[in-house]
């Protein structure tokens, strides 16, 4: 199973990154629906995780801590000295990470996890 936890982006049912100095994802697991190199499932998790992460680097110039090991990745992003800009930004990439990995948890229910968790 893919569990995807996100750490400290949610406040009554909807994204906030006010409310923390510090957000993070992390995705860990396989799906098991096929071979390393071959799973459909790890590699769209994979390319929207992917993705997120560089356009933050990229595009928003974003400092993150990551980890990138087998089967796990994430992503640590220190809130402090964004601009109410970048932050909205931040949100959106979010939220777009979110509807895609919503999306395929509803074709593969049994093989990824969406986890929310608050310090």
Do not use: W
Not at 37 to 64: K, P
């Amino acid at each position: 199973m893919i569990i995807a936890v996100f750490k400290n982006i949610v406040s009554n049912d909807e994204i906030d990154l006010d409310k923390s100095a510090v957000v993070s994802l992390e995705v860990s697991g396989h799906s098991g629906l096929n071979k390393k190199g071959s799973d459909i499932l790890c590699s769209a998790v994979s390319a929207l995780t992917q993705t997120f992460i560089v356009t933050v680097a990229r595009v928003l110039n974003i400092e993150q801590k990551l980890v990138k090991e087998d089967g796990f990745l994430s992503s640590r992003i220190d809130l402090n000295g964004l601009s109410k800009e970048s932050k909205e930004k931040l949100k959106l990439l979010f939220e777009s990470l979110l509807i895609g990995l919503f999306e395929i948890s509803k074709e593969y229910p049994d093989k990824i996890k969406i986890e929310f968790v608050n310090d």
